[in-house]
């Protein structure tokens, strides 16, 4: 049987490590067959990476969409069902920040991380939740932050916009358990991808890698049906960056 596996923000970072990490496990384990549904708004980078995982025996398609834009989300759910008749998974992993002091921020700043983080995620989990009640069945992933229940100072409206997103984690569970659909918050400290622009070489050292969010998400798909893991909270050994 196939599992159709919807991915945001598959392009780079987080994402394509946990595609790439369906994909290995999958080659080791016969009777799993993930088909990954690979969103992004840039065709290029999820173009390569289905090849990647195609080459590791994975089915991937990639579908280019901004998650901020309802018709984008309307036109993913569509050709995700029209093709594969069903949507098993979603990890809502899309997400921005601008990182900078709290008299900087502009009003741009604040509409393009809340119409990512906050109304693209809702409305996109509000859509697939309804398929998979109605099947009873399924696996909702939110990729949040440490910085869901902690603030640092350079990411005021970041911040605001992952408490959200815990706050929608939080109501859409109650829902979730009514109807067998398991909801997972997965809270990442730093972790080296581009989201970190130039700051991240320098920071390297102190934070993990994209494997190992990965690897947590995958397994946590894994576990039986009876078990839902309910939050993953990875933090580097030394702790939380400071910025
Ligand atoms: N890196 C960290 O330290 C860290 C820590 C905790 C939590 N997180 C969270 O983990 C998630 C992934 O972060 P990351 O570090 O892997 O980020 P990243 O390297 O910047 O990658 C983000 C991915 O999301 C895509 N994306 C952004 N906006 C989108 C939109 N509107 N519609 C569709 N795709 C979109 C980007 O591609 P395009 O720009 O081409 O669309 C890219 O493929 C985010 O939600 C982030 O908040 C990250």
Redo the contacts with the bound molecule.
Sequence with gaps: MQDIILL?????????AIALDFSQKSQKNPSFNPVLIL????YN?IAKLAEKCRALGTQAVPIE????DLDDIDHLIEQTTEEFGTIDCLIN?????RFKDLKEMTEDDFDYIM???MK?TFFLTQKVFSIMEKRRSGHIFF?????AEMAFKSSSV?SMS?FGQKGLVEALRLYGRECNVKITNV??????????GEAAEELKPF?MM?EDIAGPVVDAYLQPSRTSVEEIVLRPVGGDINS
């Excluded at 990729?143 to 910085?147: D, E, L, M, N, R």
């Design positions: 945001t923000g598959a392009g780079k970072g987080i994402g394509e969103c992004s708004r840039t980078d969409a901004d998650i901020a992993n899309a997400g921005v920040g119409s990512v983080n693209g990729i949040t932050s440490v910085a970041y992952k809270m990442p400290g730093a972790v080296y991808t581009p989201m970190w934070m994209p």
